[in-house]
């Protein structure tokens, strides 16, 4: 057997028994995460890892370059896993995380090689404004920089995508959410993190403040005073 699909057996005898407490707890109690990560798919970016986070503590979606498409009509399982995040489970921090060195970014960057790949080649279109982005406004960037450019960018594009759904573009006008950027440099083991102010990436650094895309703040658009309201 393969030796990595072999170690199942050991989260029956030895991990489950050793956390059967909690386990015993979500079971009865349910889950109530307290916040949802959308990650690339690569095996290098654990995002349990990389928030410490006990099982209960973290919803999880992941796909091929922390993709999320805007909201539409049709129906799509990174748009469902938002909604029941958001509107059911009342998850209250949606984290959208990139990574270095990441596959679909440089595909993303140079398509070369995607013909035979027409579902990853359609689903890396939802990346089509960081790669603008980066071709208009960073025209003298080449090769790792101009990869690592489109990655940050698509960081920026994708927590857009995430403003246009309902959920989240509700629960953000009531002042109750929260978007983080972050970016895993996979080479230094540090984690970047977008200041939706300056619009810039900053490490995260303990005792520090956190940077945050989007901060929560109540923005009712119609508000508008009472007399006007009767007139
Ligand atoms: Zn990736």
Known sequence: MNELIGRVFSFEKIVFPGSSDLYSKLANHGQ???????????????????????????????????????????????????????????????????????????????????????NVAAWLRHSNAAQHVVNTGYPDLHGHERVRAISLENVVAQINHLRTHPSVAAALARGEMSLHGWFVDIHAGQILG?????????????????PIAVTPGERRAAYFPVSEAAE
Request: aromatic residues 4%.
């Open 32 to 118: 109530s995460p307290k916040a949802l990560m959308i990650s690339c798919a690569d095996s290098r970016v654990v995002p349990e890892l990389i928030m410490q986070a006990q099982p209960g503590d973290l919803f999880v979606c992941r796909n091929a370059g922390n993709i999320v498409p805007p909201f539409a009509t049709q129906n799509g399982g990174v748009s469902s896993t938002v909604e029941y995040a958001v509107a059911a489970l009342g998850v209250r921090d949606i984290i959208v995380c990139g990574h270095s060195d990441c596959g679909a970014m440089k595909a993303v960057a140079d398509p070369t090689g995607l013909e035979a790949m027409p």
């Open 194 to 210: 977008l200041d939706g102010d300056s619009g810039q990436f900053t490490p995260l650094r303990e005792g520090q403040p956190l």
